[in-house]
C-alpha cells in the first residue's frame, strides 16, 4: 500500500531482494491506483487503473478503506499468478466480514444500519470517520452490542471519551449494550441496581438492555432468560 508512511521502508527491502512490487493506492506510481470513489448508503463506486488502464467496480461495502483492502487482495491474487481481468470481475461479489462494517437492516425509509465490533473509544470514532463520506446517504447510528466487564455504573474514561465523541458528531447516535452482569443477590426476583457498564454510563449515548422474564434461586447472569 503506497498510501502507507512506512511504504517506502517496504518498497526497499523488497528491492534489495529483486522482489517484484505491485504498487496499490492513490499516486500516479501506484500499479493500481485509485482514481475515484463515489460513496452512497449501502456501498461505494471505485474507478481505478490497472497499469494505465480504467476499471470501474461497484462495491457493496462501506468505508473507503475497504477499496484499498480490496485492491491490495487483488494485487496479491495477480502477483500469484491469476489473471487481473478475472481477478476484477470478482470484485463485485465480495462481501463485508461479519460485524465490520456489516449492513445490519435496511428501514423502511430506505436508511441503511451498520453494525461494526469497534470496541474503544477510538475505534469508534475511527469508525465513524469512514461513514463519514456515506453520511450524503443516511447513515447515522452506530451500534455497539459490548462493555467492558468489571466496571460497574461509573462514569469512566471511557465514559468521558465517548461523550466527547459524540459532542463531536452531534448528528450520529452511539448505541452501546448494557452488558451481562446483572445479578439477583438477595433472591428477590428483581436485578441488583448499580450494574451498568462504564460505556452505559456515558451522558450521551443510548444504552440498550433486555428485561428479565425468569430469574433462577440462585442469581446468577447465566440463569437469566
Known amino acids: 500500500n503506497l498510501d502507507d508512511e512506512r511504504s517506502e521502508q517496504v518498497r526497499s527491502i523488497a528491492n534489495a531482494r529483486d522482489q517484484p512490487i505491485i504498487g496499490v493506492g492513490h499516486s500516479v506510481a501506484c500499479d493500481l491506483q485509485i482514481v475515484g470513489q463515489n460513496f452512497g448508503p449501502s456501498g461505494q463506486d471505485l474507478v481505478f ?11 457493496d461495502l462501506v468505508g473507503g478503506f475497504q477499496a484499498s483492502n480490496a ?5 496479491l491474487a495477480i502477483g500469484s499468478g491469476s489473471d487481473p481481468e478475472s ?5 463485485p461479489g465480495l462481501a463485508a466480514v461479519r460485524g465490520r462494517m456489516e449492513r445490519a437492516a435496511t428501514r423502511a425509509n430506505g436508511g441503511a444500519v451498520y ?18 463520506n456515506h453520511y450524503a446517504g443516511g447513515a447515522r447510528v452506530h451500534s455497539n452490542s459490548w462493555r467492558t466487564t468489571g466496571l460497574n455504573n461509573g462514569y469512566t474514561g471511557n465514559a468521558s471519551a465517548l461523550d466527547r465523541l459524540a459532542w463531536l458528531r452531534p448528528d450520529s447516535l452511539i448505541v452501546f449494550a448494557s452488558g451481562n452482569e446483572e445479578r439477583d443477590q438477595n433472591d428477590t426476583g428483581v436485578l441488583d441496581q448499580n450494574r ?3 460505556e452505559g454510563c456515558a451522558k450521551n449515548v443510548l444504552t440498550i438492555g433486555a ?11 447465566r440463569n437469566y432468560q
Open 196 to 198: 451498568l457498564g462504564e
Open 49 to 59: 487503473k490497472w497499469r494505465g488502464e480504467s476499471v470501474k467496480v461497484r462495491f
Open 115 to 132: 453494525v461494526d465490533y469497534a470496541h474503544t473509544p477510538d475505534a469508534v470514532e475511527t469508525a465513524l470517520q469512514a461513514m463519514r
Open 87 to 91: 481477478i476484477f470481475e470478482t470484485l
Open 71 to 75: 485492491l491490495i487482495a487483488a494485487g
Open 211 to 221: 428485561c428479565e422474564n425468569v430469574t433462577s434461586l440462585d442469581g446468577d447472569a
